[in-house]
């Protein structure tokens, strides 16, 4: 696996940051059940995966 500097981990946590964000105000605007719905509230899970991922290395790199 490659290393990341601690700027790229920063900025890649903000984009995620922004990405969940815009989803859940998307989110809102759905109706429970739709596939679209179903498929925007698993998306937002994956990015909060990704972002503990992202803050769990950055902690390791300090």
Do not use: F, W, Y
Request: aromatic share 0%.
């Amino acid at each position: 696996m490659a290393a990341h500097s601690e700027t790229d981990l920063s900025e890649a946590r903000r984009a995620v940051e922004s990405l969940i964000a815009k989803c859940e105000k998307a989110v809102l605007k759905l109706a429970p059940g739709a596939a679209q719905h179903t498929l925007l509230v698993r998306r937002i899970a994956a990015l909060k995966i990704a972002r503990d991922l992202i803050e769990e290395r950055l902690n390791a790199t300090r």
